[in-house]
């Protein structure tokens, strides 16, 4: 019977010309296998496998098929990736995991599934998405999949599954995203008009609307906000919302405060006759309204100023374009980029000039509330 405490070591040559040394060892079956240590040199690849073989971890079985070996990648709870992630701190939605197990799926899947995971190599991939290119595949797709090839071929190296990786010099697709468009101040005084004109089913989706388009603050972030976040003067920004996540932290994961008009603080709180200060804005129960109905109201006031929906698409318009506009205003009254990063919540390796306390005093707002009309309703006046 073979003894499984007994193993070799040896160096192997690879394509790039560097060596690593290799150990054998013996299951219980008594089959040999074969396993790289990852090391240069005789004495680390030593080390390397007494360390193994203290913890029992000298002669396993593994299955070293695509298929087997990512079966539990992107799967939140599951995927050994993302528990170290968030184990080192870093974030990691469950939204993101989801978008990219779909992906591993329906695409990666198909290609390399049945294929030996230290077999796959940088040509192979090269050329499949070079295929992938030219069948007219979208480059954010082309991108993410190299991403997620990326993440699971990095783990394999740094558990010793492989000893190069495929991915080392695949780059990304250049990307070339059509500018948002914004809309004019004459087209932000019609659709949020207070004339009678019924431009918005209600006054809770002309609020949400108008709150974008003065704070520039993504949807996700509005959806979340809650009574007890929003001040005379000042909105604090501390969490986003998504269906798959619920409540998390802001993009950046930073909190941030951006100054209102008084006006917009009246609006936002005529909505909260029973409610408590915990409670969300924009809901019609315990949790924030769909960001689906959010869309399909946004282009139903858009078509009803006359925008519509081909030259929005022409234009590019979409919800997202308030912040767009929003970061314009900004730069009219002259503020300086890395206090625009601070009113947006964008990240930025630059030291900021103004805490968040200063930010509150910020005077853009005249320049604000000149886009829009001098009476804002306090009531909910519109059915």
């Known amino acids: ?45 030593v080390v390397f496998c007494r360390r193994l073989l203290k913890n029992g971890q000298l002669a396993t079985e593994k299955n070293y098929q695509f298929t087997k070996y990512t079966e539990n990648f992107f799967i939140y709870d599951a995927c050994p990736y993302i528990k170290a992630r ?40 090269e050329a499949w998405l070079l295929t992938l290119k030219k069948e007219n595949v979208g480059t954010k797709t082309l991108n993410h999949i190299i991403t997620i090839l990326r ?11 492989i000893d190069e990786n495929p991915m080392l010099n695949i780059e990304l697709f250049a990307l070339k995203s059509p500018e948002k468009g ?24 002309l609020a949400l609307n108008l709150t974008a388009a003065i704070t520039g603050m993504r949807l996700g972030e509005i959806l979340a906000l809650k009574y007890e976040m929003v001040q005379p003067y000042f909105i604090t920004v501390a969490y986003s919302w998504s ?32 409610r408590q200060p915990s409670d969300f804005i924009f ?26 929906q081909e030259q929005r698409k022409n234009r590019n318009l979409t919800f997202h374009s308030y912040r767009h506009g929003f970061n314009t205003m900004l730069l009219e009254c002259g503020l300086a980029p890395e206090t625009i990063r601070l009113l947006t ?34 009531n909910n006046i519109l059915s």
Not at 188 to 200: H, P
Not at 352 to 378: C, D, G, M
């Open 1 to 45: 019977m073979r003894d499984e405490s007994s193993f070799g070591v040896y160096p192997r040559k690879l394509k790039s010309g560097k060596s690593v040394y290799y150990y054998w060892a013996y299951l219980t079956s008594g089959k040999r296998i074969y396993r790289s240590t990852g090391a240069d040199s005789y004495e680390k690849a």
């Open 86 to 125: 968030l184990l080192r701190g870093k974030s990691y939605t469950k939204g993101w995991a989801q978008a990219q197990r779909n992906l591993l799926l329906s695409r990666i899947m198909l290609e390399f599934g049945n294929l030996d995971i230290r077999e796959i190599y940088e040509q192979r991939i």
């Open 151 to 161: 993440i699971i071929f990095g783990y394999a190296l740094k558990s010793h599954d």
């Open 182 to 205: 914004i809309m004019s101040r004459e087209e932000l005084a019609k659709i949020f008009s207070f004339d009678g004109t019924i431009v918005w089913r209600s006054n809770m989706h």
């Open 243 to 274: 269906d798959t996540d619920l409540l998390k932290c802001p993009k950046t994961g930073k909190t941030r405060k951006i100054p209102i008009p008084e006006s917009l603080y009246r609006l936002l709180h005529s909505f909260n006759k029973g």
């Open 283 to 308: 809901s019609h129960g315990n949790t924030p309204i769909n960001h689906k109905a959010v869309y399909k109201q946004f282009y139903k006031a858009l078509d009803k100023i006359g925008i519509k």
């Open 345 to 378: 919540g964008h990240s930025s390796g630059m030291t900021a000039r103004y805490s968040h306390a200063q930010l509150t005093n910020i005077n853009y707002l005249p320049l604000a509330e000149s886009f829009f009309p001098k009476t804002i309703p306090e």
